[in-house]
């Protein structure tokens, strides 16, 4: 089952507590490779935890108990993988942007190094590589060793891509990637996200439906930890099944 060559991750009957809240309820879900797949849902739905089960950044907090099965791959993340190996080849980027306190070269360079990598003409074309696939060379070009945080929030925001990226990942996750943007660096985001979906597999959570639309090609719709609906986006957006879908997408909760 979990072997299927167009499928990066398969997810069966995922269930994950806090304590003895349970967050995420017998979740399925087969998320494709080079697809953009949207988490939606109101607050508090577990569209972050469940985000966060795919490259095991739960484990990282007390108290937090995960049953059931994820597939990377063909791979259990949670029984045959290291979370050193997972967390390469499942980057993550925030909603608010994170660089670090350092310039944007060795941001980028940050990642690369960790793993070995030494040699200046190497990093170099690998902080290159990056910046351009983040579309973000051109305006950084000359200032690479100037402070990251002397950035705007959309530039910080694409350099943490670029910082995601400089690893090679096979999976971008994006928890409401631009929630603290302005709309033009909203859109910047957007139109990158669907350039870089020919070579990665992005997962995103969203609160804007819009983006959700604009952007994806599964919309997942999440309920106080349950998976309501999941399915191609322009369906789910059109002709959802489940009342409760429609509801939220019509604006009436959430
Ligand atoms: N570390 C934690 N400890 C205990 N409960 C938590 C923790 N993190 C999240 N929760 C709870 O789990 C549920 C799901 O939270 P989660 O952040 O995944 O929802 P969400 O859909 O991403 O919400 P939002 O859209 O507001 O970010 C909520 O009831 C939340 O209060």
Same mark, same amino acid.
Not at 237 to 250: L, S, V
């Given at each position: ?50 985000l ?18 994820? %597939? ?7 029984? +045959? ?6 967390? %390469?080849?499942?980057?993550m ?7 670090? $306190? ?12 960790? %793993? ?5 003409? !190497? ?32 530039? !910080? ?11 090679? $990942?096979?999976?971008?996750l994006m ?7 302005? $709309?033009?660096?909203?859109? *910047?985001? +957007? ?12 997962v ?5 439906? !819009? !983006? ?28 959802? *099944?489940? $009342? *409760? ?10």
């Amino acid at each position: 089952m979990a072997n299927n060559a167009d499928i990066k991750f398969n997810v069966d009957n995922l269930e994950l507590f806090y304590g003895n809240f349970k967050a995420l309820k017998g979740i399925d879900m087969e998320i494709k490779k080079n697809e953009i797949t949207a988490l939606i849902g109101p607050s508090g739905c577990g569209k972050s935890t469940f985000l966060k089960t795919l490259n095991r950044m739960n484990d990282l907090e007390d108290g937090v108990k995960v049953t059931g099965r994820i %597939h990377l791959d063909g791979v259990d993340i949670y029984k +045959e993988m290291d979370s050193i190996t997972l967390r %390469h080849r499942v980057g993550m980027v925030f909603q608010q942007p994170n660089p670090f $306190p350092k310039s944007i070269y060795d941001n980028v360079a940050y990642g690369p190094r960790i %793993h070995g990598i030494r040699k200046k003409s !190497q990093l170099d074309e690998i902080v290159e590589r990056s910046l351009r696939q983040a579309a973000i060379w051109d305006e950084l070009k000359d200032r690479l060793n100037k402070s990251a945080l002397g950035l705007s929030g959309g530039q !910080q925001q694409r350099l943490c891509i670029a910082r995601t990226l400089a690893v090679q $990942p096979d999976v971008i996750l994006m928890d409401e990637p631009t929630s603290a943007l302005d $709309p033009i660096s909203t859109m *910047k985001i +957007e139109d990158l996200a669907l350039e870089l979906k020919k070579d990665y597999t992005i997962v995103i959570v969203t609160h804007n439906m !819009q !983006q959700a639309s604009r952007i994806s090609d599964k919309t997942a719709f999440f309920l106080l930890g349950e998976l309501i609906e999941y399915g191609e986006t322009t369906e789910l957006f059109a002709n959802p *099944k489940n $009342p *409760k879908t429609e509801e939220y997408i019509t604006g009436r909760f959430g």
